[in-house]
């Protein structure tokens, strides 16, 4: 998607040759016609599949998974992120490591927003090693829902998340495919651009 390739290139820092930092418009400060736009697109994108709800994470999910679910029509559930494992027979649970932040999560949802003849998508700002989707696929899962597929604003080509989460069979959309950082410089997978 060019106007997110764009932004990324005026606005994204590459922290390191792994962290790409989108402070700007998606991770603190938010542009809400870029979010707008992006939820448009993931709209177009999975149109035809009669999706009933839109499952994200939060806090960085949740702008470009409202602006799809208002495009689609449909609510947007955010799994909440929890520091300590709680039993608790109302929610599904699922453990994420996060890459940023070293340290693990436990992720819930509760389950009467999650049922067996909900069709979900999935929607995440950034996809790495795939822990985060690969935990929304599990919360999905456990509630007998089923998964159209993943849409990610920006995904890191050269990080094993992709790989990881197609093998499984999971349809997944990305808007921006970073693939590399190297140097500071900011490529995409199809061109390539000096920030
Ligand atoms: P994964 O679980 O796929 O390894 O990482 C995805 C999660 O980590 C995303 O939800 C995102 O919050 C965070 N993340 C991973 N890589 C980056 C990055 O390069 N920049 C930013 N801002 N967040 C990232």
Do not use: C, W
């Amino acid at each position: 998607m060019k106007e997110l390739e764009d932004k990324i290139l005026a606005e994204g820092i590459a922290l390191s040759e792994s962290v790409l930092k989108v402070d700007s418009f998606l991770n603190h400060q938010l542009d809400p016609e870029l979010m707008q736009a992006i939820g448009r697109e993931f709209a177009r994108r999975f149109q035809e599949e009669d999706i009933t709800k839109i499952l994200t994470i939060e806090s960085s999910g949740i702008a470009p998974a409202v602006m799809t679910g208002l495009y689609l029509g449909v609510p947007v559930v955010f799994a909440r992120k929890r520091k300590s494992l709680t039993l608790n027979g109302s929610l599904f649970t699922a453990e994420v490591a996060s890459f940023t932040k070293n340290e693990r999560n436990e992720i819930a949802v509760s389950k009467d927003f999650l049922k067996p003849s909900d069709t979900v998508l999935l929607i995440d700002d950034f996809l790495a090693e795939g822990q985060a989707l690969l935990g929304l696929l599990h919360l999905a899962e456990q509630s007998g829902a089923a998964v159209a597929g993943a849409g990610i604003v920006i995904e890191k080509g050269f990080q094993d998340g992709g790989k990881r989460v197609r093998k499984l069979g999971l349809r997944v959309e990305s808007l921006a495919v970073v693939s590399s950082l190297a140097g500071g410089t900011v490529q995409f997978r199809k061109g390539e651009f000096v920030q």
